[in-house]
């Protein structure tokens, strides 16, 4: 199993309605958990980190951890358009401070 | 304040020239970070400066890439005799490790390095 796996989509949803991305990650990382977002020809920008097992809020962005079953989840309420990116999954490998990453969500929002 | 900023943002070079792309953390961030990009890839790490110490360089794809950190600021990554297969965008991220940060890592515009 790769240290993390990421459905690589891609999804697409309507305007106004719930996104929900996924990533379920192997023992060989720790236990912080990060989402960014990645619009095309961009870098990737940090939009959610989560370290304890529920759910954290931040506006319309909900990221879930679920340890127990070792996958982290990102749930975009109201979808907008200017959501429309790649979604990257990512963790902290055990015993070191490097990210590892998912291949990435494809998201479009259609208006 | 200011993010992370990266130079150039593009470099076209021919393959065999030697090439170095800059970083500049945010200020005050003592973990620095270089990923790879490749078109349509996922990020693969290269190497991870604590200060001017690289306590992980696993990444390196191979001798040929080497990186420095001076004054706790600035990085260099140098890739020598370059090679097409180089061709990637590449990203730095810095983190204020130590702190409650928890490992945020904020990452810059990116380098561009394409090889003819």
């Known amino acids: 199993q790769k240290e993390v796996e990421q459905n690589s989509g891609p999804l697409s949803v309507p305007e106004g309605a719930i996104a929900s991305l996924n990533c379920t990650y192997s023992?060989?990382?720790?236990?912080?958990f990060f989402w960014y977002r990645q619009y095309s020809g961009k870098s990737p920008e940090l939009i959610m980190s989560?370290?304890?097992?529920g759910d954290k809020e931040d506006g319309r962005f909900t990221a879930q951890l679920n340890k127990a079953s070792q996958y982290v989840s990102l749930l975009i309420r109201d979808s907008q358009p200017s959501d429309s990116a790649t979604y990257l999954c990512a963790a902290t490998q055990g015993g070191s401070e490097k990210l590892v990453f998912g291949k990435g969500m494809k998201l479009t929002v259609n208006p | 304040g200011a993010g992370v900023s990266q130079s150039p943002s593009n470099k076209v070079t021919e393959k065999g020239k030697d090439v170095e792309l800059r970083c500049d953390p945010i200020s005050g961030h003592t973990a620095l970070y270089w990923y790879r990009q490749r078109l349509g890839q996922g990020l693969e790490f290269l190497i991870y400066f604590q200060g001017n110490s690289a306590p992980d360089k696993s990444g390196l794809p191979s001798d040929r890439f080497s990186a420095e950190r001076t004054g706790e600021s600035v990085s260099t990554l140098t890739i020598q005799r370059t090679q097409q297969e180089d061709s990637a965008v590449y990203l730095c991220?810095?983190?204020?490790?130590?702190?409650?940060?928890?490992?945020?890592?904020?990452f810059g515009p990116g380098t561009r390095l394409t090889v003819l």
């Open positions: 989560i370290y304890s097992n």
């Open positions: 023992d060989r990382v720790s236990q912080s």
């Open positions: 991220a810095s983190s204020a490790q130590g702190r409650s940060s928890y490992n945020e890592q904020f």
